[in-house]
């Protein structure tokens, strides 16, 4: 599936087309990932289709493992596996735990995504009878998709490497980190809410909410719009629009359990807070003295290596928020 590249992508992929029969390639007008990979559930042939990114590597036994399993339990909907996290060049950077067991994947999705969008294999037609990828949870498309076939079918993991996962700064999960919290965290909302037998307040929407305007985000998860309202204000630092009484208000109002799973991002926003502005006053005295105090060796680490490409770095990280 083809989402509308504008450089040789698209030659390349009929190049691979023209030599194997069993590869088809679609192009289509840009509409985004979650849009491409709908559009790519439709058109797929098998009952099972499996997923990975352009720039991993599956493992040789993955598929024929994964195929098994489906084979043997006729109620399994999505399978994942572990992975082996690799650099830019391919250098091994570590296996983390996966957690298998239907339950227990169950248990745990209810906590954070233990699912690998890249190590799965699904069945095609509940995907897609539930509704398949939804726009409203831009980059946390997958946990709100395993969330809601965890209410319906099973969903599990294998305890083998099925994926080399190659993680580089151009990665979704790099570039997108607030989009894709605060879509998890809607993704966990909504699920409580459908588990109590009410109705999903996120159904039918054709885009993510706005953090500032959108009311949802406010009634199902408020105090994670506090903290992500803050991160987005302190990275215009440096604009002429900086509201400077709103982020003292919003820095001094935030959950401490928000802040201790964010900490690695509350702290870049504060240590930004520091450095952008151009007066010593006391918003920027508090935002070094609490920068520093939430993890002193991190913070020099930013000051030293981050400061030079402030500017690209934080267009890269944030401005999709």
Not at 38 to 59: H, K, S, W
Not at 106 to 122: N, S
Request: hydrophobic fraction near 40%; glycine fraction near 4%.
């Amino acid at each position: 599936m083809d989402d509308g590249s504008t450089d040789r992508s698209y030659e390349l992929l009929q190049h691979y087309a023209a030599q194997d029969s069993r590869v088809r390639v679609f192009r289509k007008e840009h509409a985004g990932l979650i849009a491409a990979l709908n559009e790519g559930l439709r058109l797929c042939r098998a009952p099972l289709v499996a997923r990975m990114d352009a720039d991993d590597i599956a493992t040789p036994e993955r598929l024929e493992r994964q195929y098994r399993r489906f084979e043997l339990d006729s109620e399994l909907w999505v399978l994942g596996t572990a992975e082996e996290r690799i650099d830019a060049a391919g250098r091994p950077r570590g296996c983390p735990p996966v957690i298998t067991g239907c339950d227990e994947v169950v248990r745990a999705l209810r906590e954070k995504c233990v699912i690998r969008h890249p190590t799965v294999m699904m069945r095609r037609e509940p995907i897609l009878a539930i509704g398949g990828y939804r726009a409203a949870y831009k980059h946390a498309e997958d946990y709100d998709l395993w969330l809601r076939v965890s209410e319906r079918g099973k969903i599990d993991n294998l305890d083998f490497i099925g994926l080399k996962y190659r993680i580089h700064p151009g990665s979704v999960s790099e570039r997108y980190t607030a989009r894709q919290r605060i879509s998890a965290e809607l993704a966990r909302a909504t699920h409580e809410i459908r588990l109590a037998g009410q109705s999903d307040p996120t159904a039918g929407l054709s885009k993510e909410p706005d953090l500032w305007t959108d009311p949802l985000l406010d009634n199902l998860i408020p105090e994670h719009v506090r903290f992500f309202r803050f991160v987005d204000l302190a990275f215009c630092a440096e604009s002429n629009d900086f509201n400077e009484q709103l982020v003292w208000r919003l820095m001094k109002d935030q959950n401490k359990s928000v802040v201790r799973a964010n900490r690695r991002m509350w702290q870049e926003a504060l240590t930004y807070i520091a450095w952008a502005r151009k007066d010593w006053d006391r918003l920027r005295v508090a935002s070094f003295l609490a920068a520093v105090r939430a993890n002193p060796g991190r913070f020099l680490r930013m000051s030293v290596s981050y400061l030079p490409q402030w500017r690209s770095s934080r267009q890269l990280r944030h401005s999709k928020i």
